[in-house]
């Protein structure tokens, strides 16, 4: 920890790491989002000692005891309501939520959706690779459909959910997705999520180099990364490719890939990014597009201010209490019915 004499300690990555092994198996997308965090969490601003991990059950929740803060290592799919506790308990502390796609979108999808409909001030990173990996490779809620598995030999004849999905049906505040390949990425996007007030939703699309290895090379490859994939940032216009020549517009209701420079289509012509526009039509199209028609969609997808729970909940409780008759325990107990007990009447 660096010394600051004029303000309280700043905080470096290495104040973070602990001497302790990463059990994570060689290779794994989950040490490149460790780092980020690492990176990520000194530049909040906020006090170690108000910084939470929470976890549930699976490969990435093993995460708070690999990260020099406080943390909670849950039940399996019950992250959200213990850290849900630990904020309204405690509405200071910085606290996160760190799950997989199968921890959250499965046992945990009722808990997930619930809290991002609360909007509660809290940060979730889903590490999506899209299998149970820590139980050895099962499909998840989110492997593509006609994916061979453990448990789908045939492939599997679900159709997959997609988190951005849930997060803008559940009236999310925020979401953004980001992949284990571009630390610089991650790093941006994990602090923007922590500022963020309200629930925050990052997905990582991670790697399971045992179980799933490359589920995600059609969009992380070196040699289509620039042409599968768009950065998205606020203000910016939505434009993609290795020439930066692609970009996108919005016409007869839907987003369109166009070619700069073909067609009569100029810069000009292009999207610019509004993470702030209240209006979620643009975001949910964002979310869904997909390869091959459309690039995945990286970066802050969605970021607009509405209501905090815990700060609405507090209200509330002040509100009750300064207009209840009752302000200690000696009027609650003389309050309601009471009874004159008459000593001569025995």
């Not at 602090?191 to 179980?211: D, M, P, R, W, Y």
């Amino acid at each position: 920890m660096k010394e600051n004499t004029d303000f309280a300690p700043v905080l470096i990555p290495q104040d973070y790491k602990l001497d302790s092994p990463v059990k994570w198996c060689a290779g794994c997308g989950a040490h490149a989002v460790l780092s980020s965090i690492r990176n990520a969490v000194p530049e909040t601003g906020v006090k170690k000692e108000n910084v939470v991990f929470v976890s549930g059950i699976g490969c990435s929740s093993r995460f708070p005891y690999y990260i020099n803060t406080y943390g909670f290592h849950s039940l399996h799919g019950r992250a959200a309501p213990i850290a849900t506790g630990i904020k309204l308990a405690n509405p200071e502390l910085s606290v996160w939520v760190v799950t997989g796609d199968g921890d959250s979108m499965a046992i945990g999808g009722n808990h997930f959706i619930h809290v991002i409909r609360r909007n509660i001030n809290m940060s979730i990173l889903i590490f999506n690779n899209r299998i149970y990996g820590l139980t050895k490779g099962q499909y998840s809620p989110t492997t593509p459909k006609g994916s061979v598995t453990k448990t789908s030999p045939e492939g599997s004849i679900e159709e997959p959910f997609n988190p951005g999905e849930l997060v803008m049906g559940s009236q999310g505040a925020f979401f953004a997705r980001v992949v284990d390949t571009e630390p610089k990425m991650m790093k941006e996007v994990f602090i923007q999520a922590s500022l963020h007030k309200g629930t925050s939703v990052v997905e990582v699309l991670q790697n399971c180099v045992i179980f799933n290895n490359d589920v995600h090379e059609n969009i992380t490859g070196k040699d289509v990364r620039d042409d599968h994939q768009i950065y998205l940032k606020h203000g910016e216009p939505m434009i993609f490719g290795k020439e930066h020549e692609k970009g996108l517009i919005y016409r007869n209701n839907k987003l369109e890939v166009v070619i700069i420079g073909k067609d009569g289509i100029r810069k000009e012509d292009i999207l610019i990014h509004n993470a702030n526009c209240a209006n979620s039509t643009i975001h949910y199209n964002l979310v869904k597009m997909d390869q091959p028609e459309y690039p995945v969609a990286m970066g802050i997808i969605r970021a607009v201010e509405k209501p905090v729970y815990e700060e609405m909940l507090y209200d509330q409780l002040a509100h009750a209490q300064e207009k209840s008759p009752i302000k200690c325990m000696d009027d609650l107990l003389k309050s309601g019915n009471t009874f004159l007990i008459n000593e001569s009447s025995s």
